[in-house]
Protein backbone atom coordinates (compact mmCIF):
# COMPACT_ATOMS: atom_id res chain seq x y z
CA UNK A 1 0.00 0.00 0.00
CA UNK A 2 1.49 3.53 -0.99
CA UNK A 3 0.81 6.12 1.44
CA UNK A 4 0.08 9.18 -0.32
CA UNK A 5 -0.26 12.85 2.18
CA UNK A 6 -1.41 16.11 0.13
CA UNK A 7 -0.89 19.16 1.35
CA UNK A 8 -1.01 23.20 0.37
CA UNK A 9 -5.23 23.52 0.64
CA UNK A 10 -7.15 26.30 2.14
CA UNK A 11 -8.86 29.41 1.68
CA UNK A 12 -8.62 31.64 -1.56
CA UNK A 13 -10.05 34.60 -3.25
CA UNK A 14 -11.47 33.95 -6.58
CA UNK A 15 -8.85 34.53 -8.90
CA UNK A 16 -5.97 33.58 -6.89
CA UNK A 17 -3.39 30.66 -6.45
CA UNK A 18 -2.39 28.01 -4.69
CA UNK A 19 0.01 24.94 -4.92
CA UNK A 20 -1.02 21.32 -3.86
CA UNK A 21 1.50 18.96 -2.87
CA UNK A 22 1.35 15.75 -2.72
CA UNK A 23 4.62 13.44 -1.01
CA UNK A 24 4.31 9.24 -1.81
CA UNK A 25 5.66 7.15 0.36
CA UNK A 26 7.82 5.15 -2.57
CA UNK A 27 8.46 6.14 -6.42
CA UNK A 28 5.31 6.12 -8.61
CA UNK A 29 5.05 6.85 -12.09
CA UNK A 30 1.48 6.99 -12.68
CA UNK A 31 0.12 9.86 -10.31
CA UNK A 32 -3.22 12.12 -10.67
CA UNK A 33 -5.36 14.45 -9.10
CA UNK A 34 -8.93 14.53 -8.41
CA UNK A 35 -11.29 16.63 -6.62
CA UNK A 36 -14.96 16.06 -5.00
CA UNK A 37 -17.26 19.07 -4.57
CA UNK A 38 -20.39 19.01 -2.67
CA UNK A 39 -23.05 16.78 -3.99
CA UNK A 40 -21.31 15.89 -6.97
CA UNK A 41 -18.99 12.69 -7.87
CA UNK A 42 -14.75 12.81 -7.75
CA UNK A 43 -13.50 13.36 -11.04
CA UNK A 44 -10.07 14.00 -12.59
CA UNK A 45 -8.75 17.15 -12.48
CA UNK A 46 -4.91 15.94 -14.23
CA UNK A 47 -3.20 12.65 -14.49
CA UNK A 48 0.60 12.34 -15.65
CA UNK A 49 2.14 9.09 -16.77
CA UNK A 50 4.74 7.45 -16.42
CA UNK A 51 6.38 9.16 -19.54
CA UNK A 52 5.44 11.93 -18.02
CA UNK A 53 2.50 12.50 -19.98
CA UNK A 54 0.38 14.98 -18.52
CA UNK A 55 -3.58 15.19 -19.14
CA UNK A 56 -6.17 17.79 -17.98
CA UNK A 57 -9.84 18.08 -17.48
CA UNK A 58 -10.89 20.83 -20.16
CA UNK A 59 -11.97 22.61 -17.25
CA UNK A 60 -8.88 23.62 -15.72
CA UNK A 61 -6.95 23.83 -19.02
CA UNK A 62 -4.82 27.06 -19.51
CA UNK A 63 -5.26 27.12 -15.45
CA UNK A 64 -3.93 24.18 -13.74
CA UNK A 65 -0.23 22.85 -13.91
CA UNK A 66 0.51 19.69 -12.85
CA UNK A 67 4.40 18.46 -12.42
CA UNK A 68 6.29 16.03 -10.40
CA UNK A 69 9.66 15.84 -8.86
CA UNK A 70 11.24 11.76 -8.79
CA UNK A 71 13.83 13.15 -6.28
CA UNK A 72 11.24 13.83 -3.72
CA UNK A 73 8.48 11.30 -4.77
CA UNK A 74 6.02 14.19 -4.81
CA UNK A 75 3.96 15.49 -7.29
CA UNK A 76 2.62 18.78 -7.19
CA UNK A 77 -0.71 21.05 -8.84
CA UNK A 78 -0.28 24.87 -9.40
CA UNK A 79 -3.84 25.94 -9.37
CA UNK A 80 -3.77 29.87 -10.91
CA UNK A 81 -6.99 31.61 -11.71
CA UNK A 82 -8.97 30.36 -9.22
CA UNK A 83 -12.79 29.72 -9.39
CA UNK A 84 -15.46 29.51 -7.21
CA UNK A 85 -16.69 26.47 -8.78
CA UNK A 86 -13.51 25.11 -8.41
CA UNK A 87 -14.24 24.68 -4.80
CA UNK A 88 -13.77 21.02 -3.85
CA UNK A 89 -11.71 18.21 -1.58
CA UNK A 90 -8.71 17.70 -3.79
CA UNK A 91 -7.32 13.88 -3.73
CA UNK A 92 -3.88 12.64 -4.67
CA UNK A 93 -3.98 8.79 -6.48
CA UNK A 94 -1.68 6.77 -7.50
CA UNK A 95 -1.63 3.80 -9.36
CA UNK A 96 1.29 1.15 -8.79
CA UNK A 97 0.55 -1.68 -10.98
CA UNK A 98 -3.47 -1.77 -11.24
CA UNK A 99 -3.42 -1.13 -7.52
CA UNK A 100 -5.03 2.34 -6.69
CA UNK A 101 -3.74 4.16 -3.72
CA UNK A 102 -5.61 7.42 -2.23
CA UNK A 103 -4.71 10.09 -0.67
CA UNK A 104 -7.21 11.51 2.64
CA UNK A 105 -8.03 14.99 0.39
CA UNK A 106 -7.47 18.34 1.03
CA UNK A 107 -9.78 21.13 1.27
CA UNK A 108 -9.63 24.29 -1.17
CA UNK A 109 -11.93 26.86 -0.81
CA UNK A 110 -12.36 29.63 -3.45
CA UNK A 111 -14.65 32.19 -1.97
CA UNK A 112 -14.60 36.24 -1.43
Known amino acids: QVQLVESGGGLVQPGGSLRLSCAASRSILDMGWYRQAPGKERELVARISRLDIINYADFVKGRFTMSRDNAKNTVYLQMNSLKIEDTAVYYC?????????WGKGILVTVSS
Open 93 to 101: NANLFGAES
